[in-house]
C-alpha cells in the first residue's frame, strides 16, 4: 500500500486568495508528480519533479507553481486563486530504481474557488 | 484522434465477468497500466504489464495485450458491486530527460449491479 498523503481533501476558497495544497509520501520516491483532474474524469499532467530542486511544467499549462525542497514533499501553490482552478488536484510519485515506472498516487484535493 | 482511448461506461451484473477494452497509439510504450478510482479517492494501481507479454493474472483481474493491434484489455471475473469504480488505462510516457510520467485514457465506468 502506497503512503502518499495530500492535505486538505476539501478546500472551499474565494478569488483572489493564496492557496497551498501539500503533497508528501514516506516511500522515499524520487519523482513526484501533479495532475489535475477535470470533471469529465481526464488527467493532465501539470507539473513533475526528478529529485529534490528539480521541478517542471507538464503538458497542461497551469498558473500554479511547485517547490521541492525535500524528497518527500512538493507543495503545489496558487497565488491568486480563480473559479477557473476549481478541479481534482492529485499528487504521485514514483521510484525510478524501479524499472517498471508505476506511480502512487494520494487521494487529491478537491479545490473549490468561488 | 486520442493517444490512449476507452469506451466510457460499462454496466454488468453482479458475478458476470467484465471487460474493459483500451487502445493506444505509440507503439514504443513499454508498459501500460490499470488503475481504479473509486468516488472522491485518488487513483489506485491495480496491475501492469510489460510490453513484451501478453497476458497478465493477478487474482481476479486478466490483462491481455495485443502488441500488434495496439490494444489492452481488463478483465474482471466475478465481478463485484465493490468493483463499481472508474478504471483508467495509462501508458508511460518519458517526460524530459530521466523522468517518467503517464499518459492517461479518459476512464470507463463500471457500473455492477445486483
Known amino acids: 500500500e502506497a503512503d502518499i498523503y495530500q492535505t486538505p481533501r476539501y478546500l472551499v476558497i474565494g478569488t483572489g486568495k493564496k492557496i497551498t495544497l501539500e503533497c508528501s509520501q514516506t516511500?522515499?520516491?524520487?519523482?513526484m508528480y501533479w495532475y489535475q483532474q477535470d470533471p469529465g474524469m481526464e488527467l493532465h499532467l501539470i507539473h513533475y519533479?526528478?529529485?529534490?530542486?528539480?521541478?517542471e511544467k507538464g503538458d497542461l499549462s497551469s498558473e500554479s507553481t511547485v517547490s521541492r525542497i525535500r524528497t518527500e514533499h512538493f507543495p503545489l501553490t496558487l497565488e491568486s486563486a480563480r473559479p477557473s482552478h476549481t478541479s481534482q488536484y492529485l499528487c504521485a510519485s514514483s521510484d525510478s530504481l524501479r524499472g517498471s515506472y508505476e506511480q502512487y498516487f494520494g487521494p487529491g484535493t478537491r479545490l473549490t474557488v468561488t | 484522434g486520442e493517444d490512449v482511448e476507452q469506451s466510457l461506461f460499462l454496466s454488468v451484473r453482479e458475478g458476470d465477468s467484465s471487460v474493459i477494452n483500451c487502445t493506444y497509439t505509440?507503439?514504443?510504450?513499454?508498459?501500460l497500466y490499470w488503475y481504479k478510482q473509486e468516488p472522491g479517492a485518488g487513483l489506485q494501481l491495480l496491475t501492469y504489464?510489460?510490453?513484451?507479454?501478453d497476458m497478465k493474472q493477478d487474482q481476479r483481474l486478466t490483462v491481455l495485450l495485443n502488441k500488434k493491434d495496439k490494444h489492452l484489455s481488463l478483465r474482471i471475473a466475478d465481478t463485484q458491486t465493490g468493483d463499481s469504480a472508474i478504471y483508467f488505462c495509462a501508458r508511460v510516457l518519458p517526460v524530459g530527460q530521466a523522468g517518467t510520467a503517464l499518459i492517461f485514457g479518459k476512464g470507463t465506468t463500471l457500473s455492477v449491479s445486483s
Open positions: 516511500m522515499g520516491h524520487d519523482k
Open positions: 504489464i510489460f510490453s513484451n507479454m
Open positions: 519533479s526528478y529529485g529534490v530542486n528539480s521541478t
Open positions: 505509440d507503439s514504443s510504450s513499454t508498459y
